[in-house]
């Protein structure tokens, strides 16, 4: 097998902004998807059932439907009927944030509801109104728990963000299927974009960690 070293040289460039854009891309949808994610996962934890619905639908739709075809159907459907053209790059950003929006409403709930009923009552005693016990009392206690799923969200968002070269957003995935057309190579690209991958996932799992082990000592 002939490995060649130069052609992946000569898309270093390429490989750099696209990793640029991966970053961006994934970061954009972990945070917007956290905002939205804490709105939907209250919405959920709503009592009248009729009011929690429409956020029950929404979580179940984005996931248990692929990200792909959110992408598809986002990028070929929703943007162009509010922009009346494809924007690969937006659209991207669109189905990112409400795909990893579903998941982080989850994991928004499942760290609320693990925080002693007592802590709100607590609260509320003292004075304080729903959302203000919420805002200051809860919400502060839940997120420490929250940053390992969280972080792991992040992590997959960004192996996920890969489906976006589908789209044209030029992102790693699309210069490495560039590469592997222009030069009929399959290692040479398909390689790099998995080292590529794997140096920012591992990069970004040991800072978690090390933001993790320090919160717990607090």
Request: hydrophobic share 55%.
């Amino acid at each position: 097998m002939d490995f060649r070293f130069d052609l992946i040289m000569d898309y270093a460039p390429l490989f750099l902004k696209g990793t640029l854009l991966t970053l961006g891309l994934s970061l954009a949808g972990i945070v917007f998807g956290t905002a939205l994610g804490l709105a939907i996962g209250l919405g959920k934890m709503v009592k009248n059932k009729w009011l929690s619905l429409p956020f029950d639908l929404y979580i179940t739709f984005f996931r248990g439907t692929p990200l792909f075809v959110q992408i598809l159907l986002i990028h070929f459907g929703l943007v162009p009927l509010f922009t009346g053209k494809t924007e690969p790059v937006t659209a991207a950003i669109l189905a990112l944030s409400l795909n990893a929006g579903a998941y982080i409403a989850e994991i928004f709930r499942a760290g609320i509801q693990s925080i002693d009923k007592g802590q709100m009552e607590a609260a509320r005693t003292l004075g304080m109104t729903h959302v203000q016990a919420m805002r200051y009392v809860i919400l502060p206690q839940a997120f420490k728990r929250m940053i390992p799923p969280l972080g792991n969200e992040f992590i997959v968002l960004i192996k996920e963000s890969s489906l976006a070269a589908v789209i044209a957003a030029p992102e790693i995935m699309y210069w490495g299927r560039a590469m592997q057309g222009q030069y009929f190579k399959v290692w040479e690209p398909y390689l790099t974009v998995a080292v590529i991958y794997l140096v920012i996932t591992l990069s970004l799992s040991f800072l978690l960690n090390r933001l993790e082990r320090r919160l717990s000592t607090e």
